[in-house]
Each structure stands twice: as C-alpha cells, then as structure tokens.
C-alpha cells in the first residue's frame, strides 16, 4: 500500500506515489472506465492526482471532474493538483494566437476557477506555475496566490520546472511557501543532478516530483544506446534483487534519492500501475544506483 508523505512540512500530504493525467484523452476511456482507473489508484492507496488545464488540450480536467462526481467519493479523500500559465493555441481558446506562458494574476485566477469548474470540486490541494515564464512578475504572482489562498480555492501552491535561482526569486515575493517543484527526472534524465535544483529542494526541505519517472516510456521503446544501456542493466538488477521488472527497478531508482522524489506516474494501464507500486518495496544498494547511473551516462563518475 503507498504511505501518505508531506511534500513539505506546511503541506500536503499527498501519496508517496502520484497518478498524472496527462495521457487521460488517449486511453479511450469513458466515464465508467476513469472510475474504475481512479477506483482502482485508490485501491493502492494512490490519492493524489497530477493535472494541469492544458492536458489533452483543455479536456483532461472535465473527463476526470465528470468521473469524480459520478463515483461519489469524498472530496476529502484524494488530492487533486493541477497547474497553470501556459497557453495553448487551441480551437477551445480561440483568443490565443501563438504558444505563450501567462503568470499575470488575472490569468492565473481565472485558470483556477475554470480548473475547479472543469474538476467539479470547491478546492485544488495543490496549484502549481507550469513553467518558468521570461515576463513573470512576481508580484503578480503573489497577488493571485494570496487571493486564491484567501478564498479557499487552493490550500497549497508550487512550481514546475524552475531552476533553482527562479525559484528562489519567485519565493522571495510570495506570501505563501512554495511546497514543491515538479520536475523531470528519471533513469533517462538526470539533469536534476547537475542544475541545483535537487540540492536546493534538499536544503529547503521540500520534496521534488518526478515527472515522466519512465521516460515518458522511451524507456522501453527507444532505440538509443543510453535505453539498451538502461534495458540490459535494469534487467539484470533486477533479476539480482529477486525478479523485478525493469519498470519496477527504474522506479526504485527515483524513490532511492534522498530527497524522496514523489513520482508521477503516466501509464492509464492498471496492472502498470499496480507494478510501479511494487517498487516501493525495493531497497537498491547504492553501488546498483550507481550502475544505473552508469548505464545512463554511459560514463563511471569521474
Ligand atoms: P511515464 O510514466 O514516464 O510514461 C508513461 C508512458 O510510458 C505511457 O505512455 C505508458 O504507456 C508508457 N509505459 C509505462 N510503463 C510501460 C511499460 N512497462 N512498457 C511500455 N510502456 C510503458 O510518465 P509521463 O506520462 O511521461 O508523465 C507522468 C505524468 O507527469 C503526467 O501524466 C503528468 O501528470 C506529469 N507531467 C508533468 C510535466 C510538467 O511539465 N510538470 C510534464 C510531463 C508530464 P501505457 O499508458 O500504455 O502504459
């Protein structure tokens, strides 16, 4: 069963492992088919959910808002965490004329209040900056967080995608903690390594989420040497630590890091997620760590 965790000492608890809805408008899915997926990350005590208003280009939080009403469960169960500031050229905004990042506070709140229409739910757990954006004033961004703190509409907010020196200019003017920032980070990316951004979630106490924890699944489709690399060593550990997959092995591998990385998995497969979970009960040694890391670089540490 996956532990509950605060993401940061003010909150939330969310679970140690989280289920992303990106991917929700490919999987063919009706109404009674979301149920059951969400019926069934409950079973695993898998709470917490990741979406952001543009997923399946602004369909994904209805399908899901739609889901969750007709499945009666208490709002107090889950967590729902979505995020906002990007703007998609899409026929459903046909005011928008070019891909572009708005953190102003009028965007930011109407977002949220079409999030928790879209949701069908009175709160968002979790509200996060979906990307660094060039023109971010700051002071906007304070003003939008400490209106939707006041109302009652988000209990916690975060960033995604910030390196370190955005992060800490944007936590500089808010009156609110930032309590995360969801980043990219599997056995096929390791940039968090080299850009701060896991140190300073260490320093602040903060846990990171992973998202794409498997790559996004080239992990197991791509042709690259750093994947057959990856393919070959995940394997064999895993037939060393008692027969794990090389899903379950590469998910350990992000739940190894001290800075207790929350994943975010992608796949709407539930026998999948039923696997990731499984990985939670693998202690990697820190020399196997170390291999995988190998296989990823495909260099030894200097
Ligand atoms: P992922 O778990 O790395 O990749 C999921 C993909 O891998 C799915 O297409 C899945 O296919 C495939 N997959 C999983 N296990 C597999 C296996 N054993 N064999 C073959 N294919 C397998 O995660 P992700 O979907 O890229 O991202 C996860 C979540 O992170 C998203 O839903 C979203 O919530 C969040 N995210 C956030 C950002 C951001 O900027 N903050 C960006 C991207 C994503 P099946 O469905 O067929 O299993």
């Given at each position: ?264 998995l992608g796949t709407g497969n539930v026998k999948r997620i039923h696997s990731a979970v499984e990985a939670l009960d693998i202690d990697l040694s820190a020399e196997q760590w170390f291999e995988i890391r190998r296989a990823s670089t495909g260099q030894d540490i200097a």
């Amino acid at each position: 069963m996956v532990p509950q965790v605060m993401l940061s000492e003010q909150g939330p608890r969310v679970s140690r492992v989280v289920h992303g809805l990106w991917r929700l408008a490919d999987w063919d899915r009706d109404t009674k088919g979301i149920v059951e997926l969400i019926g069934a990350c409950m079973g695993q005590g898998i709470t917490t959910f990741d979406h952001a208003d543009i997923y399946g280009g602004y369909t994904c939080e209805s399908l899901f808002g739609a889901a969750l009403a007709e499945s009666g469960m208490e709002r107090s169960a889950i967590q729902l965490v979505t995020k906002c500031g990007i703007k998609l050229v899409s026929e459903r905004r046909p005011g928008h004329r070019v891909k572009s990042y708005d953190t102003s506070r009028s965007h930011i709140v109407a977002s949220v209040d079409n999030s928790l229409r879209c949701l069908r739910t009175e709160y968002i757990d979790l509200l996060l900056i979906h990307r660094p954006n060039p023109l971010m004033d700051p002071r906007e961004v304070d003003d939008a967080f400490g209106s939707l703190k006041e109302s009652g509409k988000v209990r916690h907010f975060g960033v995604s995608n910030f390196l370190p020196a955005q992060f800490e200019t944007l936590a500089s003017k808010l009156h609110v903690p930032l309590v995360t920032n969801q980043i990219e980070y599997s056995v096929m990316n390791l940039t968090a390594h080299a850009d701060g951004t896991i140190d300073q979630c260490q320093k602040l106490d903060i846990r990171p989420m992973a998202w794409s924890p498997l790559g996004g699944g080239r992990l197991f489709t791509e042709g690259s040497r750093q994947a057959l690399r990856l393919r070959k060593t995940l394997g064999r550990i895993g037939r060393e630590v008692g027969g794990a997959s090389v899903e379950q092995v590469a998910i350990a591998w992000v739940l190894k890091h001290p800075v207790q990385f929350v994943p975010v998995l992608g796949t709407g497969n539930v026998k999948r997620i039923h696997s990731a979970v499984e990985a939670l009960d693998i202690d990697l040694s820190a020399e196997q760590w170390f291999e995988i890391r190998r296989a990823s670089t495909g260099q030894d540490i200097a």
